[in-house]
């Protein structure tokens, strides 16, 4: 049984910071790329933020427009992903989801698309205001 649960989201003023949580239990926390998502009322599911583990090294991807102020990270033995953030902005308002499972192709592009992660949290929300 796959599950993610994420955590941490809230009601924030512009130039605030939270930090997004996402407990994972089951072999999909084995996966060697997980990643955040936001969905803004209206709007598609977008990436947000990426780590891979390969070559025992992390490797982490950011959208452009949450790039210096996001940070992903992960805590194996936690089986635990975050996402920190900061300066934070009313564009930036949304559901964010945690993602594993990730099956795609290893480039950029795929690492921050939807359509290659089997699983999914129930989302947090996140509201700048």
């Known amino acids: 049984q796959v599950q993610l649960v994420e955590s941490g989201g809230g009601s924030v003023q512009p130039g605030g910071s939270l930090r997004l949580s996402c407990g994972a239990s089951?072999?999909?926390?084995?996966?060697?790329?997980m990643g955040w998502f936001r969905q803004a009322p209206g709007k598609e599911r977008e990436g947000v933020a990426a780590?891979?583990?390969?070559?025992?090294?992390?490797?982490?991807y950011y959208a452009d427009s949450v790039k210096d102020r996001f940070t992903i990270s992960r805590d194996d033995a936690k089986n635990t992903l975050y996402l920190q953030m900061n300066s934070l902005q009313p564009g930036d308002t949304g559901v964010y989801y945690c993602?594993?499972?990730?099956?795609?192709?290893?480039?950029?592009?795929?690492?921050?698309?939807?359509?290659?992660?089997?699983?999914w949290g129930q989302g947090t929300q996140v509201t700048v205001s």
């Open positions: 089951g072999h999909t926390y084995s996966s060697n790329c």
């Open positions: 780590i891979a583990v390969g070559d025992s090294r992390r490797h982490t």
């Open positions: 993602a594993a499972g990730y099956q795609g192709s290893g480039t950029f592009y795929s690492r921050l698309g939807e359509f290659d992660y089997r699983h």
